[in-house]
């Protein structure tokens, strides 16, 4: 029976596989990137080609999926591990421009740009940005001249646009249901001191420590990249760390518990650190006094934000009489669209705008699940989509660089070693590697956090992907490293070390 489950999975990834191939051919040839082709995508109607391209996504998520239940994977490793590999196998065969745009979304974002809102044609803005007479920039220039700078360019335009809007859309979902799941005043009220500690010291001491790698292996890199290189290490998913506990049956030990404490801790902490880092980074806010001035500033407006919304949310019920579906859906989506206006207002970031709302929702706890139960549906489509788009922009060609393997390895060292010493500041009676291992998986914020520090211009494409590698590297590593751990020098049922 399980030979016969196993070969039945297999058969829907070699089905769902050849979908993916048939739909791509299908649509283009395996010819060189070309003036006809680009033209040929451009003269289709738009909104059909950007349904095109975004139900290949869909399909690519759909396999993600399965492959994360066949290796029992959380979704998200699956949906971003299929659109590494997808991505980088139609962008090597050079079967469409798309994948090429796709893979160079920081670069073609500022394009998109520069067509709304200036005069420039796109051949003139890609030499603004661009020195196309630059050995170095010859060919990058030519290609992107090749997908853009065509009179039937508006295609490929729109749908760059289309798909990012599709992806955020997703975002906003993922860190609004993030919110409603997250019961802040409990998780703060439970935790144990001890908590707070291994919390605090898994964010700051892989920020310093990345800080302190990305000044040494990038030292022409600006302060702005260092920093937002750094953030990117400090967060922990409480998703995962559950996920991998309950996995191996050690949910109910003292140090799974300390662990998924500190880990929640970690995903509030974790969103307004990156949202406040995401802000200081563009508005330049680089000095000391000015770091500590918009830390009070964007503190006060959070909780302000925050407590209007608890305030306002004991209105909201009466509204939930009208109808039956149409109103309740249109509640939580107009808070979030309302939060990330006032966050974006108030010019503290909207990474963590959509997560307030959440906050805030959790306080109807008699609505809740049914908040949660139509909002699920739409975070099941847009978020899985969000994932393989993320993994689609990682460019493995860069790891054939020796600078780009050596700072890999490095901030994976720092990754790693960082979350471990949070473990060591716990008591004797506690496995400190049991701790500190489960405080490596990196998760959601991260990936939301380099994305748009990707099309903000922030980080390139080589930290980009270096940054993705380092979250699939953790993610996969934690699980089977604790699990041997416990194999080795632990009892059957919790983490206390064998005599």
């Not at 893979?103 to 520069?114: C, N, R, T, V």
Request: with cysteine; proline share 3%; aromatic share 12%.
């Amino acid at each position: 029976m399980l030979s016969l489950s196993n070969k039945q999975n297999d058969l829907h990834i070699i089905i769902a596989i050849t979908t993916i191939l048939l739909l791509a051919s299908s649509s283009v040839h395996a010819t060189p990137l070309s003036e006809e082709m680009v033209k040929q995508y451009s003269s289709m109607d738009p909104f059909s080609f950007v349904l095109l391209e975004f139900g290949l996504i869909v399909i690519l998520a759909l396999v993600g999926q399965i492959l994360s239940k066949r290796y029992h994977l959380p979704n998200m490793l699956g949906e971003l591990i299929i659109g590494v590999v997808a991505g980088n196998f139609l962008y090597w065969l050079d079967w469409s421009p798309v994948f090429y745009m796709l893979m160079h979304l920081g670069d073609a974002s500022e394009i998109f740009k520069s067509i709304w809102t200036s005069n420039l044609s796109v051949a003139e803005t890609i030499n603004h940005y661009y020195a196309p007479d630059q050995p170095e920039t010859r060919e990058f220039v030519g290609r992107l001249s090749d997908v853009f700078a065509t009179n039937q360019s508006s295609g490929m335009v729109l749908l760059g646009i289309a798909l990012w809007i599709f992806s955020n859309f997703g975002v906003f979902l993922l860190l609004f249901k993030l919110g409603l799941e997250t019961k802040t005043e409990e998780i703060i009220n439970a935790a144990e001191p001890l908590a707070f500690l291994v919390s605090l010291t898994g964010i700051f001491v892989p920020f310093f420590l990345g800080l302190g790698v990305g000044l040494w292996l990038l030292p022409e890199a600006s302060t702005s990249v260092h920093i937002f290189i750094a953030a990117t290490l400090s967060t922990t998913s409480a998703s995962m760390t559950t996920s991998i506990f309950n996995h191996l049956n050690r949910r109910e030990s003292r140090e799974a518990r300390l662990v998924i404490q500190a880990a929640f801790l970690d995903d509030i902490f974790g969103m307004f650190f990156l949202s406040y880092i995401t802000t200081i980074v563009l508005g330049d806010k680089l000095t000391i006094s000015e770091m500590f001035a918009f830390f009070f500033y964007s503190g006060f407006i959070f909780v302000g934000i925050i407590i209007l919304g608890k305030w306002l949310v004991k209105y909201i019920p009466q509204f939930f009489n009208f109808d039956e579906l149409h109103t309740r859906i249109l509640i939580p989506i107009s808070l979030i669209v309302s939060a990330s206006w006032l966050a974006d207002v108030f010019e503290i970031g909207t990474i963590s705008s959509a997560f307030i709302a959440g906050m805030i929702m959790n306080n109807m706890p008699e609505r809740k699940e049914l908040i949660k139960s139509l909002v699920a549906p739409l975070e099941k489509i847009f978020a899985p989509v969000f994932f393989v788009f993320v993994g689609m922009q990682v460019n493995l060609q860069e790891f054939f660089e020796a600078e780009i393997l050596w700072l890999t390895i490095a901030l994976l060292i720092v990754a790693i070693s960082g979350k471990v010493s949070s473990g060591f500041v716990t008591r004797k009676n506690i496995n400190h590697y049991a701790v500190g291992l489960g405080m490596i998986p990196r998760g959601e914020a991260v990936l939301i956090f380099i994305s748009i520090g990707k099309l903000l211009g922030i980080i390139d494409d080589s930290i980009f992907s270096v940054i993705v590698i380092i979250v699939l590297a953790t993610d996969l590593m934690a699980p089977w490293v604790i699990d041997r751990l416990c194999a080795i020098k632990c009892h059957a049922d919790n983490f206390i070390v064998k005599n």
